[in-house]
């Protein structure tokens, strides 16, 4: 369907590294094969619906720039909406897109009326899904934005909110389910406390236990099949995030014991805010066992808040799929870009361009990954780094076999005293560079 909105803008096509075409892809080629995968099966990219149709253009000091013909909150937008973004999904040949329910459907007067409407959404979706081969990455819910929310969700004193929250949960999912999702994303975005005054920390994480193991629970009670993800993100909107990184998620879910049943979206934007790098992230989540999925965007470095703009650091790319392919890869997860214009950015063909370059960057970043893991790049090094720990000795002391006593007798006795080596990490730091 062609709303117009794109005007005569064809389908995204691959031209190659050599175009000067600003729509069309220069590195992204969806068919290329690289380390025995399509490359648009290895980065399944989704077109986040809340940057990109939803948000208007506002930010702390200052208000709404963007005019967009579906602004308002009737139902008829709502489908006008969904036109202009199964249409966008098309020009770029994004295979997936993720939505909250806020994002979709207009708020009614009751919870029974706003879940009616987002049964009519989805109904309007499944169509055009089926008309196109999009498929849904992942559903959530807007836990946050209304005023209900402003003291958490699962964590509020009131447990009426509780309640709310959990029965939006419980529709979203089943929407999710119905469309064919293959991932349930929470992002706890006000579960958090700005002062101690009034707050019960203890009170607050059991909550937040209780309902992410109703989630749990009720998933595998309706068979649904996807994977449930937690998304950290630090401090914004609240000074203390219960969610904060991956390490503080991982120490929640095996506190609940949920560590087997949740893994983790990642976003490169909350990496940073976190203190930590998007590929540290991805490393742990990785050695943990949590790896889900990814939200790519990148900050501003000057700026101290989530500025959620597009990728276009080939460089911090590579790392981060680096890490993903050494994680095996996605599994039911994928790229979706939680990134949004600049409010200065008006034009329609901005949202074309945007996504883009942001697929070219990701597509440039995972090719010079699976060519470090291929020619054992980093790995090699790596290997030869850690390599007394092959030895009897080294086995031995962390299998359990030696004794602390028995450890520094050794020591003593054989007149041990290390030498220290080179990280060699200006060295591995040039070789990254040779690939990018």
């Known amino acids: 369907m062609n709303t117009g909105f794109f005007g005569d803008i064809k389908k995204i096509k691959y031209e190659g590294p050599e175009s000067t075409n600003p729509l069309a892809y220069r590195f992204y080629n969806p068919d290329e094969v690289v380390a025995g995968k399509r490359l648009e099966d290895h980065l399944r990219f989704a077109v986040a619906y809340w940057h990109s149709f939803a948000w208007p253009g506002g930010d702390p000091f200052g ?16 489908k006008l909406k969904a036109d202009v973004a199964f249409e966008m999904f098309s020009l770029l040949g994004a295979p997936y897109y993720c939505f909250h329910d806020a994002d979709v459907r207009p708020e009614a007067s009751t919870f029974a009326e706003s879940a009616a409407r987002l049964d009519e959404i989805a109904d309007y979706f499944a169509d055009k899904q089926k008309k196109t081969g999009i498929k849904l990455l992942w559903g959530t819910a807007n836990l946050f934005s209304h005023r209900r929310f402003m003291s958490g969700a699962a964590t509020n004193p009131d447990p009426d909110v509780f309640a709310y929250a959990a029965a939006t ?23 958090g406390y700005e002062t101690l005054l009034n ?19 009720y998933k595998h009670r309706i068979g649904f099949k996807g994977t449930i993800l937690i998304e950290p993100k630090p401090q914004e909107p609240t000074k203390h995030q219960y969610d904060y990184d991956v390490a503080t998620v991982y120490g929640f879910l095996k506190k609940f014991g949920l560590e087997n049943e949740v893994k983790v979206n990642i976003e490169q934007g909350h990496a940073i805010l976190a203190g930590h790098s998007f590929e540290h992230e991805l490393a742990l989540a990785n050695a943990l066992g ?9 900050n501003d470095y000057q700026s101290g808040w989530d500025t959620d703009q597009f990728p276009n650091n080939v460089p911090e790319m590579a790392l981060a799929y680096y890490q993903v392919l050494q994680a095996g890869g996605f599994k039911t997860g994928g790229t979706n870009f939680d990134a949004k214009l600049r409010r200065q950015s008006l034009d329609p063909q901005d949202l074309l361009i945007a996504h883009i370059g942001g697929m070219d960057c990701c597509a440039r970043g995972l090719k010079a990954a699976a060519r470090m893991i291929e020619d054992k790049a980093l790995s090699g ?14 086995k031995a ?40």
């Open 63 to 78: 208000g709404q720039t963007f005019e967009r013909p579906w602004f308002g909150d009737t139902m008829e937008n709502a």
């Open 169 to 191: 949960v419980k529709k979203c999912i089943d929407v999710t389910k119905r469309l064919k999702g293959e991932n349930y994303v929470l992002w706890g975005g006000r579960e």
């Open 199 to 217: 707050t019960d920390l203890k009170r607050e994480q059991e909550q937040a236990g209780r309902f992410l193991s109703l989630v749990v629970d």
């Open 290 to 298: 949590i790896f889900g999925s990814i939200d790519m965007n990148r």
């Open 381 to 394: 090094p790596l290997e030869e780094r850690y390599a007394g720990w092959k030895s009897a000795e080294g």
């Open 397 to 436: 002391m962390l299998s359990g076999k030696r004794t602390l006593e028995e450890i520094a007798e050794r020591v003593v006795k054989k007149k041990i005293e290390p030498q220290p080596k080179s990280g060699r990490q200006e060295f591995l730091e040039n070789v990254v560079n040779r690939y990018v």
